[in-house]
């Protein structure tokens, strides 16, 4: 034990506050030690979630609704949304119609139809479109002299919860303008909703419209008018 000498000596003194003040710094850089770990560690683990965020996708659909002009009328996340507006799925079959069955002689606006009506189609229709062109080359068919333009009939009607049903007529022109042919067709289509979730979906199919099956032909009363018509005249 310290004697009252010793707490006398100022040596003694002079090393006791020594200690003291040693043990103040210590104590001080020991807190800025652990403050230096904790601001280590939150960086640590917010450059970790940076990572994790630049790693997920984060594109957000959405669905816009628009009127006959194509001006919109509202716009809401497609996660959030109501399902899909039956007029929307009715404007992107008529849509798929005149892209599939249109014939231009602007090999421009042709190539982006069916560039377009490729966002459309899956599974069994797309193999039926790809017969239909394999036998009906819309390129050949307008050097050829044959553009087809496309008018849909009303629109298109559902007959069951996933397939619908569209009318639409064809007339086939010559490169001078003169009518050559009017047709009658109709289809049903089997569709598939699903919303797009990347930014080429958004911009390919912002409806989220797929047709998954197909079946077409002419309309019957349209075929047997014709066929009237042409014994008609035969006669």
């Not at 939150?42 to 959405?62: C, E």
């Not at 609704?65 to 404007?91: E, Y």
């Not at 598939?192 to 080429?200: S, V």
């Not at 912002?206 to 075929?223: C, D, F, K, R, W």
Request: glycine fraction near 4%.
């Amino acid at each position: 034990m310290s004697s009252n000498n010793d707490l006398d000596n100022p040596f003694f003194q002079a090393q006791q506050l020594y200690y003291d003040s040693i043990g103040a710094y210590v104590k001080i850089a020991a807190q800025w030690r652990l403050a230096a770990v904790i601001c280590l560690a939150v960086a640590v683990a917010s450059l970790g979630l940076n990572i994790v965020q630049i790693s997920q996708n984060k594109v957000v659909p959405y669905v816009v609704a628009v009127d006959k002009l194509g001006s919109a009328l509202a716009v809401r996340r497609a996660d959030t949304a109501s399902p899909t507006p039956v007029s929307v799925i009715q404007a992107e079959l008529a849509n798929m119609v005149a892209s599939w069955r249109t014939v231009t002689a602007d090999l421009d606006l042709q190539a982006k139809m069916l560039d377009r009506l490729s966002a459309f189609a899956r599974g069994a229709a797309k193999g039926v479109l790809t017969e239909w062109f394999e036998k009906n080359n819309p390129v050949a068919r307008a050097k050829s002299g044959r553009l087809v333009s496309v008018n849909v009939k009303g629109v298109p009607l559902p007959v069951s919860p996933k397939s619908w049903r569209i009318e639409w007529q064809e007339t086939v022109r010559n490169h001078v303008g003169i009518t050559v042919d009017v047709t009658q067709y109709e289809a049903t289509m089997t569709v598939l909703i699903q919303p797009p979730r990347t930014d080429a979906e958004i911009l390919r199919n912002p409806g989220g419209v797929y047709i998954t099956e197909l079946s077409y032909g002419t309309v019957l009363a349209n075929a047997e008018a014709a066929k009237a018509s042409r014994n008609e005249v035969s006669q």
